[in-house]
Nanobody, 120 residues
Framework: QVQLVESGGGSVQAGGSLRLSCAASGSGRSINAMGWYRQAPGKQREWVAIITSGGSKNYADSVKGRFTISRDNAKNTVSLQMNSLKPEDTAVYYC??????????????WGQGTQVTVSS
């Protein structure tokens, strides 16, 4: 079992910045990938960014150039630096961890989420 705890959410005006952090604990296995998702009220949860244990990164088009994901594999932590925030970024942000147990079996873990509110 992996426990994920997000932090760093809050309220900010458009154009401002926030840094989200996610700390993972409780797993005896290495985490293969960690990422961020977000969900606005009444909207689908959408993928935001991902980083693998090898350092490969990918971003959703909506946040490219503004958000930066980083990780510390030794600590099993991941951060999301969010710059030039827009009201459209308002959502609950969730941290996700993936632990691969075999080629056909993996476990996904989710944090409880942290609220990000961007005002115009």
């Amino acid at each position: 079992q992996v426990q994920l705890v997000e932090s760093g959410g809050g309220s900010v005006q458009a154009g401002g910045s926030l840094r989200l952090s996610c700390a993972a604990s409780g797993s005896g296995r290495s985490i293969n990938a960690m990422g961020w998702y977000r969900q606005a009220p009444g909207k689908q949860r959408e993928w935001v960014a991902i980083i693998t244990s090898g350092g490969s990164k990918n971003y959703a088009d909506s946040v490219k150039g503004r958000f930066t994901i980083s990780r510390d594999n030794a600590k099993n932590t991941v951060s999301l630096q969010m710059n030039s925030l827009k009201p459209e970024d308002t959502a609950v942000y969730y941290c996700k961890a993936v632990v691969v147990r075999s080629a056909w079996n993996r476990d996904d873990y989710w944090g409880q989420g942290t609220q990000v509110t961007v005002s115009s």
